[in-house]
């Protein structure tokens, strides 16, 4: 069955760093581009970033654009969030995801809580 | 960025009534739209996805219509399980942005 394993979240302080890794089972990991959305109770959920199988085709929200950054291994079927100058507002459970045909989500994996607060 | 506007934010109903949730585009996103479940402590859960077709597994009583700015998720006949909150996502053109979503409580 698919299965997708998140690991990395955590306590960090205001400015740090945090990367997120996503092992993936169950299915053919190369053939489908995979994301990452978060949560909060106050901003709901949030698309941050999506990833093409090949790796080329690459989207973030503006609220991440030139602090994160997402990649894949497809030889590993791994996907990972580098987040970098993390700010309050990143604090949120963050959800690895399977995109399907449509571009919407058609697997979930458990999230992981990411914390930003000195 | 488009925004996605559902309602109400929450309804109280009775197991088998029939149910319709709401979701507005602020621009149109053709039929580029998802319907998720979320139950507490779980990751959402695809329901439908190009506006009308039920992801795998999904049972019968949910369908979903619309297309440009206005869309509905129908419940025919509340059961149990369905009580969570339900999201619409679209994905017509980045950034994909999701409703706040409508809490479906039990009466």
């Not at chain 2, 996103?29 to 998720?36: D, E, K, Q």
Request: aromatic content about 12%; glycine content about 10%.
């Amino acid at each position: 069955q698919v299965q997708l394993v998140v690991s990395g979240g955590g306590l960090v302080k205001p400015g740090g760093s945090l990367r997120l890794s996503c092992a993936a089972s169950g299915f053919t990991f190369i053939d489908y581009y995979m994301s990452w959305i978060r949560q909060t109770p106050g901003k709901g959920l949030e698309w941050v970033s999506y990833i093409s199988n090949t790796g080329i085709t690459i989207n973030y929200a503006d609220s991440v654009k030139g602090r994160f950054t997402i990649s894949r291994d497809n030889a590993k079927n791994s996907l990972f969030l580098q987040m970098n100058s993390l700010r309050a507002g990143d604090t949120a459970i963050y959800y690895c995801a399977r995109v399907g045909s449509a571009y919407s989500v058609d697997f979930w994996g458990q999230g992981t809580l990411v914390t930003v607060s000195s | 960025e488009k925004v996605m506007t559902q309602s109400p934010a929450s309804l109280s109903v009775s197991p088998g009534e029939r149910v319709t949730l709401s979701c507005r585009a602020s621009q149109s996103v053709a039929s580029n739209l998802a319907w998720y479940q979320q139950k507490p402590g779980q990751a959402p859960r695809l329901l439908i996805y190009d506006a009308s077709t039920r992801a795998t597994g999904v049972p019968p009583r949910f369908s979903g219509i619309g297309s440009g700015t206005e869309f509905t998720l129908t419940i025919s006949s509340l059961q149990s399980e369905d009580f969570a909150v339900y999201y619409c996502q679209h994905y017509n053109y980045w950034p994909y942005t999701f409703g706040q979503g409508t809490r479906l409580e039990i009466k």
